[in-house]
């Protein structure tokens, strides 16, 4: 057995939640860099300052190489204090959750179908969107936000980043993009959770692997590569329309049409590389983290619970 053996009895509320926040956190310090190339090229084609136009990212890594030079390795981590407290938000709900609505919805049946579990995932990724997008916002404009000399910078710090919006655009700017990030996150969320669900029931019901982190590793590997192909397009318009200014798209349909007449279908796909990269590692580290942290508290609270012997 490689890592924390499973827990005899079923993990409690808290414990999911707390452990799916720790562990998304985790994913997000290890993968940042990656998601702010991802929003960067992205972005590329609609920078409106003079400065930031000579710049062109070429693929994941040339983009952090260029943004190490141009910008200063720190640049790589804008937006992750705000990452973080999406991740502390988000992720305890959308992945904490996840079981005990998918119980929910089963009633009494022993196993729980595709449908029940694709709802399942929907409904706590738009439960999450909902309650953390102000941090995503926040996020996404501090990853498209450039360190250059003679540029002014959009936002000085986190919670001035909050106000700045709220003041300027109100709590409709705090919420930009909702629709769009519901949709993208009940696209990832049930594409994510129920492919890591289905892919782990397989292996361990076929004893391929047992039940530990090489068969983690291998459920996470493929959920991500099955989200990034589906959630693609909507993650590129949800990443425009949150960055634009205000008045530059009417909605999120008419930033999708935007691209499609000005840039071709190839422009929903833009990033799509980093994105996998991002995905296929950050489902990793989480995926194998959270199932290690929850196993962790689990055993912790075992042997608070079992009376010292003298």
């Not at 994941?60 to 910008?71: D, H, I, L, P």
């Not at 996020?139 to 001035?160: E, H, I, S």
């Not at 669900?197 to 493929?222: M, Q, R, T, W, Y």
Request: aromatic share 10%; proline share 5%.
């Amino acid at each position: 057995m490689v890592g924390f053996k499973p827990s005899d009895v079923p993990p409690p509320l808290a414990v999911k939640m707390i452990s799916a926040g720790a562990a998304a956190c985790v994913g997000d310090l290890i993968t940042f860099p990656l998601d702010t190339a991802k929003v960067r090229l992205q972005i590329q084609g609609e920078q409106k300052v003079e400065a930031a136009k000579n710049i062109r990212y070429r693929g994941v890594f040339g983009t952090m190489a260029t943004m190490v030079k141009t910008e200063g390795p720190k640049s790589l981590y804008n937006g992750l204090i705000a990452g973080l407290q999406r991740q502390v938000c988000f992720a305890s709900i959308r992945i904490g959750l996840y079981d005990n609505v998918k119980n929910f919805y089963n009633g009494d049946k022993e196993h729980a179908s595709i449908m029940i579990r694709i709802l399942a995932g929907c409904t706590t990724g738009a439960m999450a969107v909902s309650l953390a997008q102000p941090t995503d916002v926040v996020k996404v404009r501090f990853q498209a936000q450039m360190n250059l000399k003679g540029v002014a910078r959009r936002y000085n710090g986190t919670m001035q980043a909050y106000k700045h919006i709220f003041m300027n655009e109100g709590l409709r700017g705090l919420w930009k993009g909702t629709l769009p990030n519901i949709t993208r996150n009940a696209l990832v969320n049930c594409t994510e959770l129920v492919t890591y669900d289905l892919i782990k029931e397989a292996i361990l019901k076929h004893n391929i692997l047992s039940d530990n982190l090489p068969c983690h590793f291998v459920s996470a590997f493929g959920a991500g590569f099955v989200t990034t192909v589906i959630a693609s397009p909507v993650d590129v318009v949800k990443t425009r329309y949150m960055n634009s200014p205000p008045g530059q798209y009417k909605s999120a349909i008419n930033c999708a049409w935007t691209m499609m007449t000005k840039e071709g279908p190839t422009a929903f796909y833009k990033g799509f590389v980093p994105s996998f990269l991002r995905l296929g590692s950050w489902n990793v580290v989480m995926f194998v983290s959270f199932e290690q942290i929850k196993r962790a508290m689990m055993a912790t609270q075992k042997k608070m619970d079992t009376p010292s012997r003298a």
